[in-house]
């Protein structure tokens, strides 16, 4: 029996199907070490910076506090002075009651209080920033003057004069492109250099010390349904 072309080429593939058949080399992966990186000082810190406690509680009020900005918006709800006196009413009462104060027992106690108290002293915690703005600006003439003089440029160049309208300074006539020259360096100088952005960090560093420190140990204010239909009535 005579074999064909094809018979034989089965045979060859049965008795050596290697030599046939292209079969991919398995490439071995260390498991061990596969992803992993040799930790570094800089990540150790970061890694103890983020476990740390209060850390992460600070870093959680203050988002929560920006992801709620309006809503401790100190005048928000009040569209008349009848309004407004009952409100700081309110809060003179609750705020001078001994027994209401406290300190918290945990992170979550101390963020609740934080959030609910924010809310509810609205008006005194504005009046208090508002207050340490006008205190460190009176008691810092140097920086009141140049406020002032900025201020005043300001309102010469863009509202007296008008933003078009060409202002003759001795020989030098000055237009709008040149106010805004003189005027953004000057600005940014005094913000920097003058003593007005250090003004502001202290206005936020004081006001929040004192804010903070009392939503902290101010024991949590449960909404009255009483009080919100009062405030309804007086609208």
Not at 23 to 43: F, I, L, R, Y
Not at 115 to 122: D, E, I, K, M, Q
Not at 209 to 233: M, Q, T, W, Y
């Amino acid at each position: 029996m005579v074999s064909t072309k094809s018979d034989i080429y089965a045979a060859e593939v049965l008795t050596s199907p290697q030599e046939f058949i292209d079969v991919p080399e398995a490439k071995v992966v260390d498991s061990g070490n596969q992803g992993v990186s040799e930790p570094s000082e800089t990540d150790g810190f970061l890694g103890s910076l983020q476990q740390d406690a209060r850390v992460q509680g600070v870093l959680s009020v203050t988002k929560v506090l920006f992801q709620n900005a309006s809503k401790y918006n100190p005048l928000q709800g009040i569209s008349s002075s009848t309004q407004l006196s009952g409100r700081i009413r309110k809060e003179a009462i609750a705020c001078v009651n001994p027994t209401e104060y406290s300190k918290p027992q945990n992170r979550e106690e101390w963020m609740a209080r934080v959030r609910s108290n924010v809310g509810f002293f609205r008006v005194s915690y504005g009046a208090t920033v508002i207050f340490f703005l006008f205190y460190f600006l009176l008691t810092s003439p140097l920086l009141l003057c140049e406020l002032l003089t900025v201020a005043g440029l300001w309102v010469y160049f863009f509202q007296i004069k008008g933003a078009d309208e060409v202002v003759s300074i001795g020989q030098y006539n000055i237009g709008q492109k040149e106010k805004y020259l003189i005027m953004v360096p000057l600005t940014a100088f005094v913000c920097i250099f003058g003593g007005l952005l250090t003004y502001f960090i202290w206005v936020a560093f004081v006001s929040s010390f004192f804010i903070v420190g009392h939503a902290s140990f101010r024991k949590k204010i449960e909404a009255n349904p009483l009080d919100e239909l009062a405030d309804v009535d007086n609208v």
